[in-house]
């Protein structure tokens, strides 16, 4: 099969690169393929049926079943250029018949991907498709590598209608397709059109991976759905309990209004330790004394006090004395306070620390 692409850090697909080892179990699988198909015609010639027509497609002569078992033994062996030479061998032939050609057009695409010239093996792809004399399975498979190698070579659209009319064929597609549309849409910037197979790549996924995730929190955001966002959030907390993800839904809850559920998401971040910056303790802080629990506000700033995290810097010694007065502790905001006049050099905390 053409290899899975993957996704990059800008959001772009491309074919993952081959190591050596990688190519030849590639190469293997598409061997262990052709034979699939030969025995598939071979059976064909003996075969009892009304349908002659697909006898002779699926007919394999000895002559062609040589040359491309020939050809898949060196694509195994990576041995690129003698596999393509006994493919245009067999193009020069005249004698094939459609299931021969077809087989010849696919093999190439073999090789041409494994060269890694992609341009070309979406031709002979779609040159073996045309001939529409493969068994549906394998015309299925051949159609749904095409669909990614358009992915790797960014023409979108032509990946997005292949991998459509792939869809309407197969029985229990996997999330993997479906994840692979929407990204081909998200490359377009049509978020819209792209949701629905993202979501339904998270549905059919027993536990959906964390790009997959990613991709739907991405869309729900851009579509603006602040409450679908938060969904998707909590998905990720529960099971990549990253910090990102925590500060994300708490943002999520407050642009919902469910100001408490915000404040107690960073409070979770921060007892997992995820808290690690001055802003991010700063902000713990000023939620835990906007929701009247100065006492907590405390603790957090002098423990980022204590362990380097929140600078020396009057707003922040400021908001420690707000906190220590606001739960009666006057002596421990005595010194908060006075060290923030210290730094600001007077003003209105000279009067807080006079009262």
């Not at 027509?53 to 062996?77: D, M, Q, V």
């Not at 250029?81 to 190439?108: C, F, I, P, V, Y």
Request: net charge neutral.
């Amino acid at each position: 099969r053409a290899r899975t692409p993957e996704l990059l850090a800008g959001g772009d697909v491309k074919v993952r690169a081959r190591n050596r080892r990688g190519s030849r179990g590639w190469a293997l699988a598409a061997r262990g393929v052709l034979a699939l198909l030969l025995a598939v015609g071979i059976a064909a010639l003996g075969a009892s049926t009304a349908d002659a027509k697909k006898r002779r497609n699926l007919a394999t002569s000895e002559w062609g079943y040589k040359t491309l078992t020939a050809a898949h033994e060196a694509l195994a062996g990576e041995r690129f250029d003698e596999a393509l030479a006994l493919m245009k061998k067999m193009s020069e032939r005249k004698s094939l018949n459609d299931h021969e050609k077809a087989l010849m057009w696919q093999t190439t695409a073999y090789i041409q991907t494994a060269k890694e010239q992609y341009a070309a093996a979406i031709e002979s792809f779609e040159k073996c498709l045309a001939l529409d004399a493969l068994p549906d399975a394998a015309a299925l498979a051949t159609e749904y590598n095409l669909g990614q190698l358009f992915m790797s070579e960014r023409r979108y659209e032509d990946a997005i209608r292949v991998l459509v009319g792939w869809l309407g064929k197969v029985e229990n597609p996997p999330a993997s397709a479906y994840y692979l549309i929407a990204m081909a849409h998200v490359q377009l910037k049509d978020a819209q059109a792209a949701l629905p197979y993202a979501i339904k790549s998270v549905e059919l996924s027993k536990a959906p991976s964390e790009q997959q995730l990613r991709l739907l929190l991405a869309l729900r955001f851009e579509l603006k759905q602040y409450e679908e966002v938060a969904k998707v959030l909590e998905t990720l907390v529960s099971h990549f309990p990253k910090k990102v993800y925590f500060l994300q839904l708490s943002g999520a809850y407050a642009e919902l209004g469910l100001d408490k559920r915000s404040l107690s998401t960073l409070e979770i971040a921060h007892l997992q330790g995820l808290l690690d910056r001055e802003s991010e303790l700063v902000n713990l802080a000023q939620s835990y004394l906007y929701h009247g629990l100065p006492y907590q506000a405390a603790g957090v700033l002098a423990k980022g006090f204590e362990d380097g995290i929140i600078t020396d810097g009057k707003e922040n010694w400021k908001l420690l004395g707000d906190s220590w007065l606001n739960e009666r502790e006057y002596e421990q905001a005595l010194v908060a306070l006075a060290r923030a006049e210290a730094l600001s050099g007077g003003g209105n905390r000279v009067v807080q620390v006079a009262q």
